[in-house]
């Protein structure tokens, strides 16, 4: 059972425009979430987070959005660089129980494709 | 420079031969973790380690060992390595948990064939 979901496997972007990759969790018990980034040949690096007590955090270029009644949280790139073209990964975390599967639990990721 | 290292880097092997991918952090982190990412899969757990001599299974860890002798090193192990583990293989440590989980810190993968 896939607990984090990005249904877009891919995801294709004007240079300059607004991208938006979505994800959705099942786990009512997640309380924290992840965006990470990953170029090939590379391990992946920590963008973004936020906690389910806020629906909103900004960093830069770069926010996340979360709706706790949807289960669902998105982030928004603006503008769409070049740079930005990588995979992105949607993870969650829960509160650690000190047991079981204690860590992060990643969506299958998009390829997001900025066009020039 | 903080960083989280894999030894090797890539790797082809043969089925049933023992074989060990090292990890290590230089950031005193208490914890560490095993993923694969295979196509169309994402990233899985394999093994974590919540600080020395404290290993815990994640979501996949059938055909797979770790040991954590020391703060910084969490090899992992395959005793006898099968086709369906070959994969690209990241390790990642981050902070004590506690109460949130805090990022974590991957290193540069290892990209391992079994044949």
């Known amino acids: 059972d896939q607990q984090v979901k990005q249904n877009s496997p891919s995801l294709s972007v004007q240079e300059g425009r607004i991208s938006i990759l979505n994800c959705d969790y099942t786990?009512?018990?997640?309380?924290?979430f992840l965006w990470y980034k990953k170029y090939p040949a590379e391990g992946p690096t920590f963008l973004i987070s936020i906690s389910s007590i806020k629906d909103k955090n900004e960093d830069g270029r770069f926010t996340v959005f979360l709706n706790k009644s949807a289960k669902h949280l998105s982030l928004h790139i603006v503008p769409s660089q070049p740079g930005d073209s990588a995979v992105y990964f949607c993870a969650a975390s829960q509160p650690y129980s000190g047991g079981g599967a204690d860590g992060l639990t990643f969506g299958k990721g998009t390829h997001l494709i900025i066009q020039p | 420079e903080a960083q989280v290292t894999q030894n090797p880097r890539y790797l082809i092997t043969v089925t049933g031969k023992k074989l060990t991918v090292t990890c290590s952090q230089n950031?005193?982190?208490?914890?560490m973790s095993w993923y694969r990412q295979d196509p169309g899969l994402g990233l899985r757990q394999i093994y974590y380690?919540?600080?020395?001599?404290?290993?815990d299974k994640g979501d996949v860890p059938e055909g797979y060992k770790v040991s954590r002798k020391e703060k910084r090193n969490f090899p992992l192990i395959l005793e006898s390595p099968s086709p369906n583990q070959t994969s690209l293989y990241f390790c990642a440590s981050s902070p004590t948990p506690g109460q949130i989980f805090y990022e974590q810190y991957f290193g540069p993968g290892t990209r391992l064939t079994v044949t």
């Open positions: 786990n009512s018990m997640f309380d924290y």
């Open positions: 380690s919540m600080n020395v001599e404290v290993t």
């Open positions: 950031m005193n982190h208490e914890y």
